[in-house]
C-alpha cells in the first residue's frame, strides 16, 4: 500500500513525466502497425508468387509428352474486354498479372483491353494471344469412342459447381489454392471435375482419360454427335482488323438509328421481339447492332476511339465462323426455303447420330435484359456446355439459328435468359418452326420483372438464383421439372371498324395494358434507348421505373380514359369505371414484379372464377392511376375485376399508350381484338414439390416411350398435356 501511494504520489507531483511518455506510446503504436502491415503484405506476395509457380508447373506439365492427352487442339476464340475486369487474373501465355498498371504518362491502347476467350474464359495480353497454346474446349470430337477429358488450367474461378468437385478426382484431397506450394491442378473442360497433376498419370491408367461429362451429361450436347463443316479460310489478319473495324462501324450506326427512332411518328410501335421478331426484352432493342455470330462466339466488344488504332493485334479469325450461323430474321411468319437456304449455307456444326435417350438443352441468351448480365452469365454457360448449344440473340440473329441446328433432335429442352419479352419472342419461334410436339421451355430470369418466372416458379431475378445455389442447381432443376402448360392470346390491331389490320399481329404470354402503367413503361423505354448506362442492375431499374411513376402522380393525364376506350368481352360490353386510368388484360397471376392483380384467393367475388393461365380465358381489371400502381406494388390495394372472357374487343378513340408483356408503344385510334392463339409447353421448377418431381419422371417415360415407337409424338404431347393441365388443376 505503501508502494502505492508513493507512486499516485510521484505521478501526481510529476505530470509533466506522464505527458513526456505519451509521445513514446504512439510512437511505438505507429512501429507495430507498420510492422504487421509489412508482414501482411510479404505473405500477400508470397501467395502470390506461389501462385504463379503453379501456374508454371501446370504450363511445363502441358508441354510433358507423356501427359499429353488425346483430344485434338482447339483454338481460342478471342474478343476485346477492358482491362479493368482482369483483376487477379495472368496471362495465359506469359504467366503475367493482367491488372492495369499504376504508371504514369498516357496510356496506350494495349494497356486499355485484353484478350478474353468467350469460351473457356482464358485471358492474355493483346501481343501475347497469337501465341496462346491451342487448349480451348474442343466442341467436336466426331469419330471418337469416347468423349476425353480436356484438362486446362483454370483461369477463372468458377461459382456454378458443387463442392464435391473442388476435391481431386483421384486422391479426393482438396484442390482449393493452399498458402504454401502444392501440386498444381487442372481442370477438365466438359465435366469440371478437378485433379492434381501429380494425380493425373495414375487417373490416366485407371480411366483412358474418359470423360462422363459429369453432372450435367444428360443436357449437355456431346462433342461426340456435332461435325464439323470445312472451314474456309480467315484471310489472314489484315482481315481480322477489317472485320473489327466494321463491328465497331455497325455499332456506331445502330447507336445512330437507336438515337433516330425519337423523330419517327408516334403511330410507329416501338421494337417489339415478342411479338415482331426484331430484337431483345423489355424495350432493349436497337442498343447494338453489332455482327452476333452464331452460338458460343462473340462480336467484338464495344471500344473507344482510341482502340481503333491497334493495327498490329491478331485476332483469331475464327471468331466470326467458330460456331453456328449468322442469319437475319426480321420478318414474321413461318419459316420458309429461302431463310432455310440461307442457314444451310451458313452452317457450321451440323447435329448426327445422336442418341435416342439424349436430352440435350438448347440456351438462348438476350445479354440486354434487365442488368445486361448476358456476356458474363454467356461465358458461365459456354464453360459448363457445348458452346454450340448457346446462342446469343440480338438484331441480326433470332432463335430461330438455334432451332434449326436442333431441328432433328427428337427430345431436347430449352432455356431462355432473358425477361419476359425474351421468351415470348423465343415461343413465337417455336410456333414458326410447327413442332409437332414443341420442345418445352425454362426461364433463367434476367429481365427486370420476371412475372413468367415468378409464376413458374423460377425466381424473380439472378440474385434469387445465386442465392438458391448458383447455375449448378438451377440446371439439375432445368432437367428436372415439370411440364406446364401456358395460354397464348393473339392481338390483332385494325381499324376502328374492325376491318383493315393495320399492322402484324402481335402475342400475348402475361398481360395487355392500356393507359397510365403503359405511359410509364414507354416513358421507360425512351429513357433506356437514350441511355443505357444507366440500366445496370436489377434494383435500379425498379427505382427508374418507380421515378418515372411518380412524375405522373400528380398529373392526370388519363383524366378522360373512361370515354376514351370501349371495352367487350365475349361481345358484352364492359363498363369502365368513371376513376380509372388504365385497363389491363391479364393472363397470369404476376404484374409488374410479382403483383397479384386477381388475387384468387379473394372470397369476396363470387361471380367470378379463379385465374389460371391454362383455362384460355382471360381476365380485365382496372387500375385509377400512378398512386394506385405504387399502392398495388407494396400490397395496400387491388384491383377491380371487371370480366372474365374467351374473346377482347377494346376500340381506342384516341392515342394512347399500349403495352404487351412490357414492350410499349403509343397507338393511334384503333380496334384491337384478342383471341386465343395456342398453347405453350412451359418448364416448372418442382424441386420441393413431390407431384411435380413424378411427373417430370412420367414424362421421361412417355419421351422413352416415343423413341421406341411405342407411341407416336401427337399421343405424347396429348398424353403429356393431359397430365400437365390435370396437376394443375
Given at each position: 500500500?505503501?508502494?502505492?501511494?508513493?507512486?499516485?504520489?510521484?505521478?501526481?507531483?510529476?505530470?509533466?513525466?506522464?505527458?513526456?511518455?505519451?509521445?513514446f506510446?504512439?510512437?511505438?503504436?505507429?512501429a507495430?502497425?507498420v510492422?504487421?502491415?509489412t508482414?501482411?503484405?510479404?505473405?500477400?506476395?508470397?501467395?502470390?508468387?506461389?501462385?504463379?509457380?503453379?501456374?508454371?508447373?501446370?504450363?511445363?506439365?502441358?508441354?510433358?509428352?507423356?501427359?499429353?492427352?488425346?483430344?485434338?487442339?482447339?483454338?481460342?476464340?478471342?474478343?476485346?474486354?477492358?482491362?479493368?475486369r482482369?483483376?487477379?487474373?495472368?496471362?495465359?501465355?506469359?504467366?503475367?498479372?493482367?491488372?492495369?498498371?499504376?504508371?504514369?504518362?498516357?496510356?496506350?491502347?494495349t494497356?486499355?483491353?485484353?484478350?478474353?476467350c468467350?469460351?473457356?474464359?482464358?485471358?492474355?495480353?493483346?501481343?501475347?494471344s497469337s501465341?496462346?497454346?491451342?487448349?480451348?474446349?474442343?466442341?467436336?470430337?466426331?469419330?471418337?469412342?469416347?468423349?476425353m477429358?480436356?484438362?486446362?488450367v483454370?483461369?477463372?474461378?468458377i461459382?456454378?459447381?458443387?463442392?464435391?468437385?473442388?476435391?481431386c478426382?483421384?486422391?479426393?484431397?482438396?484442390c482449393s489454392?493452399?498458402?504454401?506450394?502444392?501440386?498444381?491442378?487442372?481442370?477438365?473442360?466438359?465435366?469440371?471435375?478437378?485433379?492434381?497433376?501429380?494425380?493425373?498419370?495414375?487417373?490416366?491408367?485407371?480411366?483412358?482419360?474418359?470423360?462422363?461429362?459429369?453432372?450435367?451429361?444428360?443436357l449437355?450436347?456431346?462433342?461426340?454427335?456435332?461435325?464439323?463443316?470445312s472451314?474456309?479460310?480467315?484471310?489472314?489478319?489484315l482481315?481480322?482488323?477489317?472485320h473489327?473495324?466494321?463491328?465497331?462501324?455497325?455499332?456506331?450506326?445502330?447507336?445512330?438509328?437507336?438515337?433516330?427512332?425519337?423523330?419517327?411518328?408516334?403511330?410507329?410501335?416501338?421494337?417489339?421481339?415478342?411479338?415482331?421478331n426484331?430484337?431483345?426484352?423489355?424495350?432493349?432493342?436497337s442498343?447494338?447492332?453489332?455482327?452476333?455470330?452464331?452460338?458460343?462466339?462473340?462480336?467484338?466488344?464495344?471500344?473507344?476511339?482510341?482502340?481503333?488504332?491497334?493495327?498490329?493485334q491478331?485476332?483469331n479469325?475464327?471468331?466470326?465462323?467458330?460456331?453456328?450461323?449468322?442469319?437475319?430474321?426480321?420478318?414474321?411468319?413461318s419459316?420458309?426455303?429461302?431463310?432455310?437456304?440461307q442457314?444451310v449455307?451458313?452452317?457450321?456444326?451440323?447435329?448426327?447420330?445422336?442418341?435416342?435417350?439424349?436430352?440435350?438443352?438448347?440456351?438462348?441468351?438476350?445479354?440486354?435484359?434487365?442488368?445486361?448480365?448476358?456476356?458474363?452469365?454467356?461465358?458461365?454457360?459456354?464453360i459448363?456446355f457445348?458452346?454450340?448449344?448457346?446462342?446469343?440473340?440480338?438484331s441480326?440473329?433470332?432463335p430461330?439459328?438455334?432451332?434449326?441446328?436442333?431441328?432433328?433432335?427428337?427430345?431436347f429442352?430449352?432455356?431462355?435468359?432473358?425477361?419476359d419479352g425474351?421468351?415470348?419472342?423465343?415461343?413465337?419461334a417455336?410456333?414458326k418452326?410447327?413442332?409437332?410436339?414443341?420442345?418445352p421451355?425454362?426461364?433463367?430470369?434476367?429481365?427486370?420483372?420476371n412475372?413468367?418466372?415468378?409464376?413458374?416458379?423460377?425466381?424473380?431475378?439472378?440474385?434469387?438464383?445465386?442465392?438458391?445455389?448458383?447455375?449448378?442447381?438451377?440446371?439439375?432443376?432445368?432437367e428436372?421439372?415439370?411440364?406446364a402448360?401456358?395460354?397464348?392470346?393473339?392481338?390483332?390491331?385494325?381499324n376502328?371498324?374492325?376491318k383493315?389490320?393495320?399492322?402484324?399481329?402481335?402475342?400475348?404470354?402475361?398481360?395487355l395494358?392500356?393507359g397510365?402503367?403503359?405511359?410509364?413503361?414507354?416513358d421507360?423505354?425512351?429513357?433506356r434507348?437514350?441511355?443505357?448506362?444507366?440500366f445496370?442492375?436489377?434494383?435500379?431499374?425498379?427505382?427508374?421505373y418507380?421515378r418515372?411513376?411518380?412524375?405522373s402522380?400528380?398529373?392526370r393525364?388519363?383524366?378522360?380514359?373512361?370515354?376514351?376506350?370501349?371495352?367487350?368481352v365475349?361481345?358484352?360490353?364492359?363498363?369502365v369505371?368513371?376513376?380509372?386510368?388504365g385497363?389491363?388484360v391479364?393472363?397470369?397471376g404476376?404484374?409488374m414484379?410479382?403483383?397479384d392483380?386477381?388475387?384468387?384467393?379473394d372470397?369476396n367475388?363470387?361471380?367470378?372464377?379463379?385465374?389460371?393461365?391454362?383455362?384460355?380465358?382471360?381476365?380485365?381489371?382496372?387500375?385509377?392511376?400512378t398512386?394506385?400502381?405504387?399502392?398495388?406494388?407494396?400490397?395496400?390495394?387491388?384491383?377491380?375485376?371487371?370480366?372474365q372472357?374467351?374473346?377482347?374487343?377494346?376500340?381506342?378513340?384516341?392515342?394512347?399508350?399500349?403495352?404487351?408483356?412490357?414492350?410499349?408503344?403509343?397507338?393511334?385510334?384503333?380496334?384491337?381484338?384478342i383471341?386465343?392463339?395456342g398453347?405453350?409447353?412451359?418448364?416448372?421448377?418442382?424441386?420441393?414439390?413431390?407431384?411435380?418431381?413424378?411427373?417430370?419422371?412420367?414424362?421421361d417415360?412417355?419421351?422413352?416411350a416415343?423413341?421406341?415407337?411405342?407411341?407416336?409424338?401427337?399421343?405424347?404431347r396429348?398424353l403429356?398435356?393431359e397430365?400437365?393441365?390435370r396437376?394443375?388443376s
Amino acid at each position: 500500500m505503501d508502494d502505492l501511494r508513493d507512486s499516485e504520489f510521484m505521478f501526481s507531483e510529476n505530470p509533466a513525466g506522464l505527458a513526456d511518455s505519451r509521445p513514446f506510446i504512439l510512437s511505438c503504436f505507429i512501429a507495430g502497425l507498420v510492422g504487421i502491415l509489412t508482414i501482411a503484405f510479404t505473405a500477400f506476395q508470397w501467395r502470390r508468387n506461389i501462385n504463379l509457380s503453379w501456374m508454371k508447373a501446370v504450363a511445363r506439365s502441358k508441354k510433358n509428352q507423356k501427359t499429353r492427352t488425346e483430344v485434338l487442339a482447339a483454338s481460342h476464340t478471342w474478343a476485346l474486354e477492358s482491362v479493368v475486369r482482369a483483376k487477379n487474373m495472368n496471362c495465359c501465355v506469359c504467366l503475367k498479372s493482367l491488372s492495369p498498371s499504376q504508371t504514369l504518362g498516357p496510356v496506350g491502347a494495349t494497356d486499355t483491353f485484353i484478350n478474353r476467350c468467350s469460351i473457356c474464359a482464358a485471358a492474355a495480353h493483346l501481343g501475347c494471344s497469337s501465341n496462346a497454346p491451342k487448349d480451348c474446349k474442343r466442341v467436336s470430337m466426331v469419330g471418337h469412342e469416347h468423349v476425353m477429358h480436356q484438362w486446362a488450367v483454370r483461369w477463372t474461378e468458377i461459382s456454378d459447381q458443387p463442392e464435391e468437385i473442388s476435391f481431386c478426382s483421384q486422391c479426393e484431397d482438396p484442390c482449393s489454392a493452399t498458402f504454401f506450394a502444392g501440386s498444381p491442378i487442372w481442370c477438365c473442360q466438359w465435366c469440371q471435375r478437378l485433379v492434381h497433376v501429380d494425380c493425373h498419370s495414375v487417373m490416366s491408367n485407371e480411366t483412358g482419360d474418359i470423360c462422363d461429362l459429369g453432372p450435367l451429361r444428360r443436357l449437355i450436347l456431346s462433342p461426340l454427335y456435332v461435325r464439323e463443316f470445312s472451314r474456309t479460310s480467315s484471310g489472314g489478319i489484315l482481315s481480322s482488323i477489317t472485320h473489327g473495324a466494321n463491328e465497331i462501324a455497325s455499332t456506331m450506326r445502330g447507336r445512330i438509328r437507336s438515337q433516330s427512332k425519337k423523330h419517327k411518328s408516334v403511330n410507329e410501335p416501338s421494337h417489339d421481339p415478342s411479338n415482331a421478331n426484331i430484337t431483345n426484352d423489355t424495350s432493349m432493342d436497337s442498343a447494338l447492332d453489332t455482327s452476333l455470330i452464331g452460338n458460343g462466339s462473340r462480336g467484338m466488344e464495344e471500344i473507344s476511339n482510341s482502340s481503333s488504332k491497334i493495327s498490329d493485334q491478331k485476332i483469331n479469325g475464327d471468331r466470326d465462323n467458330k460456331v453456328g450461323f449468322k442469319v437475319n430474321f426480321r420478318g414474321s411468319g413461318s419459316i420458309n426455303q429461302k431463310d432455310e437456304s440461307q442457314m444451310v449455307g451458313k452452317q457450321r456444326y451440323e447435329i448426327i447420330d445422336l442418341p435416342a435417350d439424349a436430352r440435350p438443352l438448347l440456351v438462348f441468351i438476350n445479354k440486354k435484359s434487365g442488368a445486361q448480365n448476358g456476356g458474363s452469365l454467356r461465358q458461365r454457360l459456354n464453360i459448363l456446355f457445348n458452346p454450340v448449344q448457346v446462342f446469343e440473340l440480338g438484331s441480326t440473329q433470332g432463335p430461330e439459328v438455334g432451332l434449326y441446328l436442333f431441328r432433328k433432335v427428337p427430345h431436347f429442352r430449352i432455356l431462355v435468359c432473358g425477361g419476359d419479352g425474351t421468351v415470348g419472342w423465343v415461343l413465337n419461334a417455336i410456333d414458326k418452326h410447327s413442332f409437332v410436339s414443341p420442345p418445352p421451355v425454362a426461364i433463367l430470369p434476367a429481365g427486370t420483372g420476371n412475372d413468367l418466372a415468378r409464376v413458374l416458379s423460377w425466381g424473380g431475378g439472378l440474385g434469387s438464383i445465386e442465392r438458391q445455389g448458383g447455375l449448378c442447381t438451377v440446371l439439375h432443376d432445368v432437367e428436372h421439372a415439370a411440364i406446364a402448360i401456358l395460354d397464348r392470346w393473339k392481338v390483332s390491331i385494325s381499324n376502328q371498324q374492325g376491318k383493315q389490320q393495320l399492322q402484324p399481329p402481335k402475342f400475348i404470354n402475361n398481360y395487355l395494358g392500356i393507359g397510365c402503367d403503359a405511359k410509364v413503361a414507354l416513358d421507360i423505354h425512351n429513357l433506356r434507348e437514350e441511355n443505357p448506362e444507366k440500366f445496370c442492375n436489377q434494383f435500379m431499374n425498379k427505382v427508374l421505373y418507380a421515378r418515372e411513376g411518380a412524375k405522373s402522380i400528380m398529373d392526370r393525364t388519363f383524366a378522360d380514359f373512361p370515354w376514351q376506350v370501349r371495352v367487350e368481352v365475349d361481345g358484352i360490353e364492359i363498363e369502365v369505371p368513371e376513376d380509372a386510368e388504365g385497363i389491363l388484360v391479364t393472363n397470369i397471376g404476376s404484374y409488374m414484379g410479382g403483383v397479384d392483380l386477381w388475387h384468387n384467393e379473394d372470397e369476396n367475388y363470387d361471380n367470378f372464377d379463379p385465374q389460371s393461365m391454362h383455362d384460355k380465358i382471360l381476365e380485365v381489371v382496372s387500375i385509377s392511376g400512378t398512386w394506385h400502381l405504387g399502392t398495388l406494388q407494396v400490397g395496400l390495394s387491388r384491383a377491380q375485376r371487371l370480366a372474365q372472357g374467351q374473346s377482347i374487343k377494346i376500340q381506342l378513340f384516341a392515342v394512347l399508350p399500349v403495352q404487351i408483356d412490357g414492350e410499349p408503344w403509343l397507338q393511334q385510334p384503333c380496334t384491337l381484338s384478342i383471341t386465343h392463339h395456342g398453347q405453350a409447353f412451359m418448364l416448372k421448377r418442382t424441386a420441393e414439390e413431390p407431384l411435380g418431381h413424378a411427373a417430370a419422371i412420367v414424362t421421361d417415360v412417355l419421351e422413352n416411350a416415343e423413341s421406341s415407337h411405342i407411341i407416336n409424338a401427337v399421343q405424347k404431347r396429348a398424353l403429356v398435356q393431359e397430365m400437365a393441365l390435370r396437376l394443375t388443376s
